[in-house]
């Protein structure tokens, strides 16, 4: 099983202080994702533009009965993992030192998240499993 060929970047996204798991979700995903998509160099970079919300009760359900540590089950101060893929690293960093980007959508990020907690990992996915649907399931988060 080789990597893919495209590159891809998560980023662990911490809710600022004082912002609910629930606030945090909502702007992130109803506010700053068409914020961040409105800017060109967004569109043109990317293949793929994800966000991951924590549900924290499922959290702690799956971590309390995981059978795995302890520490499973405590949930992690991150609200949510964004991911992005391209064709390259360079694809992906032109966007976060783009003159537009850190004008509209950089200053808006701290509304609802901790700049200074955010974690990166860069790398490529490698596939182990897949099942092809038949069918598409619509998006009911």
């Given at each position: 099983?080789?990597?893919?060929?495209?590159?891809?970047?998560?980023?662990?996204?911490?809710?600022?202080?004082?912002?609910?798991?629930?606030?945090?979700?909502?702007?992130?995903?109803?506010?700053?994702?068409?914020?961040?998509?409105?800017?060109?160099?967004?569109?043109?970079?990317?293949?793929?533009y994800?966000?991951?919300?924590?549900?924290?009760?499922?959290?702690?359900?799956?971590?309390?009965?995981?059978?795995?540590?302890?520490?499973?089950?405590?949930?992690?101060?991150?609200?949510?993992?964004?991911?992005?893929?391209?064709?390259?690293?360079?694809?992906?960093?032109?966007?976060?030192?783009?003159?537009?980007?850190?004008?509209?959508?950089?200053?808006?990020?701290?509304?609802?998240?901790?700049?200074?907690?955010?974690?990166?990992?860069?790398?490529?996915?490698?596939?182990?499993?897949e099942?092809q649907?038949?069918?598409?399931?619509?998006?009911?988060?």
């Open positions: 099983m080789a990597p893919s060929q495209r590159f891809r970047m998560v980023v662990l996204v911490t809710p600022k202080a004082g912002v609910s798991q629930e606030e945090f979700s909502a702007y992130w995903k109803e506010k700053h994702a068409p914020l961040f998509l409105s800017i060109a160099i967004s569109k043109r970079n990317l293949f793929k994800e966000q991951f919300h924590v549900d924290p009760k499922l959290t702690t359900l799956l971590g309390a009965n995981s059978g795995w540590s302890a520490s499973a089950s405590v949930l992690p101060k991150f609200g949510g993992v964004a991911a992005f893929e391209a064709e390259s690293a360079e694809n992906i960093l032109e966007i976060f030192q783009d003159e537009e980007y850190l004008r509209v959508v950089a200053p808006d990020e701290g509304v609802f998240c901790d700049r200074a907690g955010l974690y990166i990992l860069a790398g490529h996915f490698v596939t182990i499993y099942v649907r038949s069918e598409t399931v619509g998006f009911t988060g």
